[in-house]
């Protein structure tokens, strides 16, 4: 099961920004928090992924709060390029205990519409 | 860069019939995945290879067999097509199998079975 919850969609228009939650009450102390995004018929397109601090790259930025439990992906400025769905993620463990891998578990995501 | 190549990037089957999807990464990457990937759904993790020359499965296995050829390829191989094996087929990569880095995916392969 995702260790994560998203409203399944949202509406932004275009130019404005997009603040885009996620629950995560379960995770550890060592997990990073991953975003994702879909774009339609391409594969998963890593967007930002961090620990504690809040986190800014090209694409978004990335604040978590301060218990983990939840982050928001902050699109600055909503364009229609940015249409897709975007998925919140965490690691969960596949395996045994002298074998085994970290994977990632995807839920639904959130499908966010850019309106012109 | 290429990045994660995967190929075919279409391919219709007849219900029986076999086929190998290939998947090559190059970013000298450890750690290499298969998911499929539903209508309406997020992906689930078929098979992994944490590193080259293991293999293990993941959340939907049965009717699939891989093989980490080398560090670069990892391929997937349905050995009976079934009608509930259409969907979008895709491989990934990340430096290491800790789940604290980014994964790279291909651009899928479209599987259809009649």
């Known amino acids: 099961d995702a260790k994560t919850t998203q409203p399944n969609s949202m509406e932004s228009n275009e130019e404005e920004p997009v603040h885009l939650p996620c629950n995560h009450s379960t995770i550890s102390g060592t997990d990073y928090i991953h975003w994702y995004r879909q774009l339609p018929s391409q594969g998963p397109e890593y967007v930002i992924h961090g620990l504690t601090s809040n986190v800014n790259n090209r694409m978004a930025s990335l604040a978590i709060a301060e218990d983990r439990k939840s982050s928001t992906l902050i699109l600055h400025r909503a364009t229609l390029r940015d249409a897709a769905v975007y998925y919140c993620i965490l690691r969960d463990y596949e395996g045994g205990t002298t074998s085994g891998t970290y994977k990632y578990i995807f839920g639904t995501g959130t499908r966010l519409k850019v309106l012109a | 860069n290429a990045g994660v190549t995967q190929t075919p990037k279409f391919q219709v089957l007849k219900t029986g019939q076999s086929m190998t999807l290939q998947c090559a990464q190059d970013?000298?990457?450890?750690?290499m995945y298969w998911y499929r990937q539903d209508p309406g759904m997020g992906l689930r993790l078929i098979y992994y290879s944490a590193s080259e020359g293991t293999t293990d499965k993941g959340e939907v296995p049965n009717g699939y067999n891989v093989s980490r050829l080398n560090k670069r390829e990892f391929s997937l191989r349905l050995e009976s097509a079934a009608p509930s094996q259409t969907s979008v087929y895709f491989c990934?990569?990340?430096?290491?199998?800790?789940?604290?880095?980014?994964?790279?995916f291909g651009d899928g392969t479209r599987l259809s079975i009649l």
């Open positions: 970013m000298n990457h450890n750690s």
């Open positions: 990934a990569s990340s430096e290491y199998g800790t789940g604290n880095q980014p994964q790279h």
